[in-house]
Structure formats: C-alpha cells, structure tokens
C-alpha cells in the first residue's frame, strides 16, 4: 500500500532534537496528577519522579530545566500522544511491554520505577490475603495494563471477580470510598498516592500480594535512534550520578574530581555530549536540574514525603536493588 | 451542458469524485504514515485473545473471548443505555412538556423550572450526581435493602431473581409471541370494521386472552415450568440472579432527565404551534380537555415535535458515550478505551466507533422520518 515503503532510512531519523530546539523547549506527556510521579502543587508548578526526569532531559539539551511544558494525559491518551508527536517523551508512569515495544511504534528508553500491582482493601474486611478475594469487585483505570492482570490473577487462582474501569484516578478514589468496590488496584506506588485522597488513608491496607511486575519508564517515538540515545543516557546519566556520589549539591566540587568516571559523567574528559548531538556538559545539567536519581526519589517518594515509599527493588543494585546505569563511558 | 439536469448531473459526480479522491488520499496516507511508524495496522487484531473482563456483559463473553466479541458487548451495552434512555427521556419530555402549558400554576412553575435547571447544567455533573448520590444512597451488601427475600438493593446494584424455564416452557413463550402477532392482526381488521360497518368489536378483551389468557392456561397445564435463581448474599457480593448495576441506572437516570429538559421544549413548541381555533373547535364540540390534548391537540403537534425529536434522541445516543466517566462499559469504554489501549491500533478502532454511531444515527433517523411521514398530515 506504502509508496514509501522502498525508503531505508525512518523519515524521522534525528528529527526530534531538530524539532525540540527549534521549538525552544521539550513537550513532555505526564500523568493528570499523581503524588510522588506527576502533580502540581498548589502553585501550579508540575512536580514527581516523571517530572524530575523531564526537567533533567530539557536541561540536558538545553541547559535550562524549564524549558520544558507538560501534557496531562490520560492512560487511555497517552500513547497516540506520542505517536501523533503531541509531545517528545512520554514520563508518566508507563509499564514496559513487549506488545507496546513493538506494536505500538514506541520504545522505552529505560526504567525509573521498579513497580509491581497491589491491590487495596478496607482494613475493616479482615482480608490479609489476596487468594481470600473471591467475589470481590475491583475498581481501576482504564486502558492500563492492569485490567489485563486482575484478569491473569484471578483466573489462575480460581477466583471470581467483577472489574470496574474509570477514566480517570479520581473518579476511582471517589467510587471506592463510596464503596462500590472492595478493592482498589493499581501499581504500589499509585495505590500509596492515591490512599493519601481518601477520607481515612488509615482505614485502607495495601496487601502484600504483588500481582505483576511493572517496570515504569520513559518512552520515545521509534525510529529516531538519537533520540532514544538522549533520553536513555539521561536516565542512565542520572543513575550514575548517585552511584559515584554526585549530587545537585557537590556537583561543581565534583567537576574537578580526579575520579575518570566522574570526569567523563561530567563532560570533563571525553566528549560524550557531541556524540549525543549535545554540550558536553549536558549530564552536568540534567543532573543540576533535577538531582541525582537518588535525590529525586527521596525528595518525591521517599520516607520522609507523605508517601512514604522504601527505596525497595529500586536501590541502587550495590545496595541490593535494581537500579544499575549503564557504564558512561 | 445547457440543460441543468445534465448540468446538475455531471456536477453531482464531480463532487462525488472529488470526495472519493479525498477519501482515497486520506486512507493511504494514513497507512503509510503508519507503516513508517511502525504501528501495525488492519483489522486482524480483533480475532486477538482480550483478556480482561467486563463487569456487565448481556452476550456470553469471559476473558478468553476476542477483541471483535468486546466490540459486541459494548456496543450492546450502548445500545441498552441508548433504548432505556429514549423511552425514559420521551415520558418525562412528553409529560413535562404538556404539564409547562398546564393551567395550574403550580404544575407550571415546576415543570418551567425543571427545563431550565436540567438543561443548563452539564451532562457530566448529571452523571456524577447520579452516579455517586445513587452510591452513597444505598448501603453496602451486607446492610441489602431486602424486598421478601428476592429483590436485594445495595450500592453494588440491583439484585432480581432469574427466571429459569423448564420444559416446554419455550412453547409457552411462542404462544405469547403468536398471541402478540394475532392481536395486532385482529385490531387491524376491527379498525377496518369499525370504519366501515360501525360496529365495535372487543379488541382489548381477545389481545388480553391470547396474549395472557391463552398462554397462561397452557403453562399451568404444564404444570408451572418455571424457576427462580434467586440471589443470595456469598462472601463479599450477591451471586446468582440478575443485576441492575448502579452505572448502569445512573446513566440512564442522567441521559434521560437532562434529554428530557430538551423533548419537553420540543414538545411545548408543538403543541403551541396548533392552532388555538382547534382547541376551541373541540370544547365547542364539548370534547373534555383530557381528550382534546390527545386526539385533537398532540397529533396534530407531533409534525412539529418529530423533527427536532429525532435530534434528541441522536444526542442521547451520542452522548451514552460519557458512560467511561462512570466506569459503565459502553463502546467507547470498552471499545475505544480498553482495546484500544490493549492494541493501540488507534486509526482502526476510531474508525469502527465511529462507523457504529454513525450508522445508529441513520437508523434513527431512517426510522423517525418514515413515522413522521405516516403521521404527516394527509392532504385531501
């Protein structure tokens, strides 16, 4: 059907850095508001892990991390988003699939979240195991994987079940306190967020039973290699940073660090920016805008934020987690 | 070139060309474009596996069904919102509408207060005033509002008893079919009769016996074939019977009474629109006003009020596709949004949803036109 079908280069090879600078900043798709990952505060300003890792790739390519604007997207929105190029990245808490690697014409450039689905209960039905749910109706998201792991879960351990869908996270919270549903499922760290909306976070129990994995991260067009390379080495970029232990406050010490590592993270030696088709010092930046992955964790869904969340399978693999930069080198 | 039905001809088919040529363009470069993004199109992912359930499903379907029979139960999950919806809307219109020209004045404050307050305020905020009063109304499962053990309301829905028939109870049901088939014959050729000759004939009394009667003796002579699965309260939930889920009640409630806001407009419209020489015509005849608004008055309004209905009904049918707010699995929830999700085949399933109102338009309208023409005035 295709005449251009004979062309052996994608048209949009390198195209997107192209178009990101001549617009002046980076389009960055976000969740409509979800604590720890993507939320505006009460000044309006967009803030989270997803946000962080933007304001990290814009400042990457441009030195400055505001010169990013956000998309609210809805589950169901945010992959046609990124296909009809409405925004560059996709950062909104978006689980990593073999069908959405290849079908959906996108690719993932890394995780930033090792997630798996929980599921939520009132505390006052006694339940502390999942395999004790038959019956029960879930309430959820809609065009989300994880209608499609209720499914999985409770087929395979015979349990019935009734699922209810919502377009969005706040009719869901809403539906649930009013006791539609017994359970209310999404990723841990959703379910953490979204237990702070409810009349008593307190009276809510998040189980111990993860019913999948969900490695959420960045996603990209596919087609445009240099791209992908830019926003992958930011992530990777951002992990290595804590792994040699640069940080947002050490890091013009850092610059003048012996460490060869560290030189070549921070443009210093070598010239890894070029090769990305960006300054030299676009780790210096990415990091400067938004911490190191370790900080950007802790300042958004750490301990000591209202979520509470344990750093968990996503410590840094010397600490017996998962999260591992590829070597900068 | 000079005789304008050829003129009108060969530019009728210019136009036509030139839309088949847009069409044409559109369609292949959007597969082209597609093609380069490497996003799989066609429509063979609808024999894929779905996978994931759905809460209200009134043909078989399990998780093990394919995209294609998702498609169906949303698009019957449409349709049943869009039939209930309809009726609902056109009585509450009718009755509101009627009661706006009302000589009480109190019936008409209220009734001219319902339009503009129903009318003004955004389906959404229907939906969800509906959806989350209707919720926090009733008490959850365990606390069931119990009507003689058989009718159970609580915030997950409305349980009834399944009717489970026997043996021959399937003859019973033909009976009632027949019987049905048989009165509309037999009020036919009483009307005919009756125009002809004057003479009466008992129509209410014969559809009351063939359609009740007849096969009620049949089905007790069966010995009563019948059973109930009744709904019984099992760990978290009801199980057994049937269930009126409370998306599906809200949404229906929210589509119809802000419709209705609408119809009664349309309804008081037309009926002003009849002459009042017509009503005066009746009462001189002494023709009560009950009987006046329904033989004289309504018929000869509903040329007016047809039309515009028929839009009404389009916009309710359109608008059921709000249903996702409320977690109702509509086509546009189940089809447009799950699938769609599961797939990202976006071009294809947008171009299937949208097909599907569109064609539910035509009929509607196909439909609503042809009673308009046999309710038109006939010309002498």
Redesign the interface.
Known sequence: ?????AAAQ??DAGATLAAVKAKGHLQCGVSQGLPGFSNPDATGEWTGLDVDFCRAVAAAIFGDASAVRFTPLS??ER??AL?SREIDVLSRNTTWTL??DT???VNFAGVNYYDGQGLMVRKSVGVTDALE?????L?TN???TT??N???F??SNNL?????????AD?VV??YN???C?VYTTDVSGLAAQRLKLTEPDAHVILDTIISKEPLGPAV???DDQWLDIVRWTLNALVAAEELGVTSANLDEMKSSENPQIKRLLGTEGAFGDALGLSNDWAYNAIKAAGNYGESFERNLGVNTPLGLARGQNALWTDGGLQYAIPVR | MNDPRVRGIVYQLLTLLVVVWIGVEFWTNAVSNLERANIASGFGFLDTTAGFGIVQTLIEYTEESSYGRAFFVGLFNTLIVAFFGIILATVIGFLVGIGSLSRNWLIRQICVAYVEVMRNIPLLLHLFFWYFGVLRAVPGPRESLNFLDSVFVNNRGIYFPRPEGGDGFGLVLILVAIGIAASFFIARWARKRREQTGQPFPVLYWSLGLIVGLPLAVFLLLGMPLTFDYPALKGFNFRGGIVMIPEFISLVLALSIYTAGFIAENVRSGIQSVNKGQTEAAYALGIQPGPTMRLVIIPQAMRVIIPPLTSQYLNLTKNSSLAVAIAYPDLVSVFAGTVLNQTGQAVEILFLTMSVYLTLSIITSILMNWYNSRIALVER
């Open positions: 059907m295709s005449v251009h079908g994608p048209a589950a169901k992959f046609t296909q069908d959405r079908s959906l014409g749910l038959d019956g029960v109706t309430c809609t065009g989300t209608e499609l209720v499914a999985d409770f087929r019935e079940y009734k699922i209810l869908a919502f377009e969005k009719e809403a539906a009013a006791n539609r017994d067009r596919q087609g």
